[in-house]
């Protein structure tokens, strides 16, 4: 068993991950409130919390486009935010 | 079990009653829920130990919890499953969230007890990071999560507002201020109709009291009109009574919050389904009514699927009368909350045309002026010519205003429900998603009941 707490990827750089947390909930308790590039000139984030606003759509490797506040985060998942990573 | 006697969407109150109800008469339920934990945004943190202690579960979800372990194993809880559609054949289309793929469920009926969705009051700004909505805020705080702000201010107006504020107050982080826009608390003939409900005036009340305890300012008639900055450093502008000055508050986080409407955008119509799919809506997605009355909901909606069946238990007519006047006596209690909060906010003809309306496809009043320009256009021209109502949120976060800036102009309510349909599916859903699990009905694992 490592010691080391267990992470995943936000944009590459590795943020705990808290058993039963969402993707989201992760970011928050990193500080992380702005997850990049939006529609138009918005930025996306965290909202509802609850899948109505599709405002904390995220990349992620291996499951493609999903709400943050719904995903469970995992070890070893490599998240990405912002359209410009989403899109092709 | 892919083919059970019949399918709940949504854990809630109104889902699990549903489901147990149903139960009870012997069929086969499947319960699927989009979350992690059965119970909605008011239980769903009751009972998972260590991760939030200070949810004591309530007695009410307590007996429910109980009352479906009673059931053995003719109820099936899929977790972490969200409802994404109905196609004309009756396959009903379910996302697993934690893999991002799409199975298809069948049942030969169904209740959607999908809660309600929270409204974002006209407040420019509101589209910024660092801008949450008020439940949004609440299951951070529910789940423990440590805000990242010690400035955090509550504006708009509703009972949420008073109730996350105390709920903040009590894990140790009071919000600046809440700017209610209403004023709740004042001597009115509405809150009168409060006397039928004891217990909501007897909360309330306590919610006021931990404020006062805490020293946080709950300000009634506290309009906000507007946000502005960055996550961290948000300025919000309000105004107090009918005092023109605008005052400023120093926020890091701004929570928001308008009432609650039916989460049943794009939902399939209650009723027979082409498909010959029976369909029943429970709880705050049939009528926002509360979590009491939820549950006196859920078993309404399964009585109502049983006695399609022709499985009318004996004492079901004297059940069903006794969950409607549950349901009436909450009825009349909302109508007086609904007055107390009622909130004067500022006439769409004065809504600067910046104000965004719809964030998803990112268009604002002045794009809509246009469009009227010089005639309201149809509820389709709406949609398909301004692209309002039309993004990735399937209008949830901006059908009522756009409705309420339509109905000004035209001096007529603007209908309800005319500018969202009967659309699938309810959310975008990746065609990789279908791709992956292209014919393989049923091909996500089922949780076993918690
Ligand atoms: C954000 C918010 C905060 C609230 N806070 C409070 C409070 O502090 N105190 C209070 O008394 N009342 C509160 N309420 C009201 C209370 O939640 C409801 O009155 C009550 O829970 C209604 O029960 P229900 O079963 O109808 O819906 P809910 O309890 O809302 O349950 C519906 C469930 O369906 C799930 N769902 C949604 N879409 C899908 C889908 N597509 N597929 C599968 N599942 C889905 C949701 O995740 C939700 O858990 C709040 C409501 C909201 C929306
Ligand atoms: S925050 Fe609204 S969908 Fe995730």
């Known amino acids: ?88 | 079990m892919n083919s059970p006697d019949a399918l709940v969407f949504g854990g809630g109150p109104a889902g699990v009653a549903a489901a147990c109800e149903l139960a009870a008469a012997g069929c086969s339920v499947l319960l699927v829920h989009q979350d992690g934990a059965l119970g909605g945004p008011v239980h769903r943190h009751e009972g998972d130990g260590g991760a939030s202690p200070r949810v004591a579960p309530s007695r009410r979800w307590r007996r429910l919890a109980a009352e479906m372990d009673g059931l053995g194993g003719r109820i099936t809880v899929r977790l972490r499953t969200a409802f994404v559609g109905l196609d004309g054949e009756g396959k009903f289309l379910v996302r697993d969230m934690a893999r991002n793929a799409v199975s298809v469920l069948r049942a030969p009926r169904a209740v959607f007890a999908l809660g309600a969705v929270e409204q974002v009051p006209p407040v420019p700004g509101w589209q910024l990071p660092g801008v949450m909505m008020a439940g949004g805020l609440q299951l951070l705080v529910k789940g423990g999560v440590p805000l990242p702000a010690k400035r955090v201010v509550l504006a708009g107006s509703g009972p949420l507002l008073l109730a996350l504020a105390a709920q903040m107050a009590r894990a140790g982080h009071s919000p600046v201020a809440v700017l209610e826009a209403g004023r709740p608390f004042r001597v009115h003939p509405a809150g009168l109709g409060l006397l039928e409900g004891p217990e909501y005036l007897w909360e309330a009340l306590r919610y006021q009291a931990i404020l006062r305890a805490c020293g946080v300012p709950y300000r009634m008639g506290a309009r906000v009109v507007s946000v502005d900055g960055a996550p961290g450093a948000l300025d919000v502008a309000f105004r107090a009574g009918a005092d023109p000055t605008i005052q400023h508050l120093d926020a890091g986080l701004v929570a928001l919050h308008d009432g609650l409407a039916p989460n049943d955008h794009g939902l399939p119509r209650a009723g027979l389904h082409a498909s010959g799919v029976r369909i029943q809506y429970a709880g705050d997605c049939r009528e926002v009514l509360g979590g009491r009355a939820a549950i006196a909901g859920g078993r309404l909606a399964a009585l109502a699927l049983l006695s399609e069946m022709g499985r009318t238990a004996p004492d079901a007519a004297g059940r069903a009368a006794k969950w409607e006047r549950i349901l009436s006596r909450h009825r009349r209690i909302q109508r007086a909350v609904t007055s107390l909060f009622a909130t004067e906010w500022p006439a769409p003809a004065t809504w600067p045309d910046h104000l965004v309306l719809c964030r998803c496809e990112n268009r604002t009043v002045g794009d809509l002026r246009a469009v009227l320009d010089p005639r309201v256009p149809s509820p389709k021209e709406i949609k398909l010519v301004g692209r309002f109502c039309m993004g990735e949120c399937q209008g949830r976060l901006c059908e009522r205003s756009v409705r309420r800036f339509l109905g000004d102009r035209e001096g007529v309510p603007y209908p309800a429900k005319s500018l969202v349909g009967e659309r699938w599916p309810v959310r975008p859903t990746p065609i990789t998603a279908f791709l992956d699990d292209a014919g393989a009905e049923g091909a996500a694992s089922s949780v076993p009941p918690t």
């Open chain 1, 1 to 88: 068993m490592s010691a080391t707490p267990p992470t995943f990827l936000w944009n590459g750089l590795p943020v705990a991950v808290v058993d039963g947390d969402t993707i989201a909930m992760a970011l928050v308790r990193a500080g992380v409130i702005d997850l990049g590039a939006g529609v138009g000139t918005k930025r996306s984030r965290y909202f509802c919390g609850s899948g109505a606003c599709q405002n904390c759509v995220v990349e992620v490797k291996g499951l493609g486009r999903v709400e943050a506040c719904l995903t469970p985060v995992v070890a070893g998942m490599d998240v990405a935010g912002g359209r410009e990573n989403g899109d092709e």
